[in-house]
Nanobody, 130 residues
Framework: EVQLVESGGGSVQAGGSLRLSCAAS????????MAWFRQAPEKEREGSEGIAAISTGGDGEYYADSVKGRFTISQDDAKNMLYLQMNHLKPEDTAMYYC????????????????????WGQGTTVTVSS
């Protein structure tokens, strides 16, 4: 049973923008914390990078330094949707992007850890060319 489905990935030139979407089933959409992670092909050994997270009702947003000021996470609770607006994209943003759902509230210092999340999507690919 598919529970989290990402879309919106694609190829774009550096400086461009993309908007990722994550459709969640009612049982998967977290009432606590949802996040975006990414996995770059050359960084498989390091694991996934947590890049943004958002608390229930949009009360709190968290960003990795690598995307702060360029990416914006948002959600639509009525539609069980999570979004990631990505602006000023760079070649180093090239990766597979995943959305994730947590059974706990976003926690400072922990929101970027994969163990905080128990549901994951299959990912959508973003390629940024120079």
């Amino acid at each position: 049973e598919v529970q989290l489905v990402e879309s919106g990935g694609g190829s774009v030139q550096a400086g461009g923008s993309l908007r990722l979407s994550c459709a969640a089933s009612k049982d998967t959409y977290s009432k606590y914390c949802m996040a975006w992670f990414r996995q770059a092909p050359e960084k498989e050994r390091e694991g996934s990078e947590g890049i943004a997270a958002i608390s229930t009702g949009g009360d709190g947003e968290y960003y990795a330094d690598s995307v702060k000021g360029r990416f914006t996470i948002s959600q639509d609770d009525a539609k069980n949707m999570l979004y990631l607006q990505m602006n000023h994209l760079k070649p180093e943003d090239t990766a597979m992007y995943y959305c994730a759902s947590s059974p706990v509230y976003c926690r400072s210092g922990f929101w970027m850890r994969t163990f905080e999340y128990n549901d994951w999507g299959q990912g959508t690919t973003v390629t940024v060319s120079s």
